[in-house]
């Protein structure tokens, strides 16, 4: 099975600061996502990657940035924490194809005071 | 643009009473649908999907959906739910095998 790993399940973090969130795959997936999920909203799409290196805006980009520098990694960054960013941040990782569906990470929930 | 209307935030219901999980969307296109689960505190699973062929679909932990293309609809259903079923549903769709878009999803809960 394709594992997903989120480095952190809970992180409390202060306004200003610049957060990391990490995610890695073993399955060798050719496209990364980035989501944040809100009561009522669903999953919002932050940010993807096809390829390492490259990287696309979703619907909700502003805030935020990503890396990929390898692979099976995918960062996401806040480069300076506010209090509207306070959520839970899943990474998804899918096999290249249409058919195949995506496979989630266990969520970070990210609490911003 | 495609886009996904779940028309119920929350479903209670009994245990071993059946249910429907209502999920409608647009999109000018073909598309593939899927239905995902999240359980407490954990990320979203793969309950089951439509690419093509057969409007019936069977899942895991004995859910269905039903693709019906004249009401853009993939309602999903269980005929007898568990106390284990209680959890967030969400339904996604993918025009072509593009990037997903997800319904705001139904809390469903299961009462003993």
């Known amino acids: 099975d394709v594992k997903v790993t989120q480095s952190s399940r809970y992180l409390v973090k202060r306004t200003g600061e610049k957060v990391f969130l990490e995610c890695v795959q073993d399955m060798d997936h050719e496209n990364m996502f980035w989501y944040r999920q809100d009561p009522g909203l669903g999953l919002r799409l932050i940010y993807f990657s096809y390829d390492v290196k490259m990287k696309e805006k979703g619907d909700i980009p502003e805030g935020y940035s990503v890396s990929r520098e390898k692979k099976e990694r995918f960062s996401l960054i806040l480069e300076s924490a506010s209090t509207n960013q306070t959520s839970m941040y899943l990474c998804a990782t899918r096999d290249a194809g249409p058919h195949y569906g995506y496979t989630f990470g266990s969520g970070t929930r990210l609490t911003v005071v | 643009a495609q886009s996904v209307t779940q028309l119920d935030s929350q479903v209670p219901v009994f245990e071993e009473a059946p249910v429907e999980l209502r999920c409608n969307y647009s999109?000018?296109?073909?598309?593939?649908l899927f239905w995902y689960v999240q359980y407490p505190n954990q990320g979203l699973q793969l309950l089951l999907k439509y690419l093509s062929g057969s409007t019936l679909v069977k899942g895991i932990n004995g859910f269905e959906a039903e693709f019906n293309k004249s009401q853009t609809s993939f309602h999903l259903r269980k005929p007898s739910v568990h106390i284990s079923d209680t959890a967030e549903y969400f339904c996604a769709v993918s025009e072509l095998g593009q990037n997903f878009v997800f319904g705001p999803g139904t809390r469903l809960s299961v009462l003993p």
């Open positions: 999109s000018s296109v073909s598309v593939y």
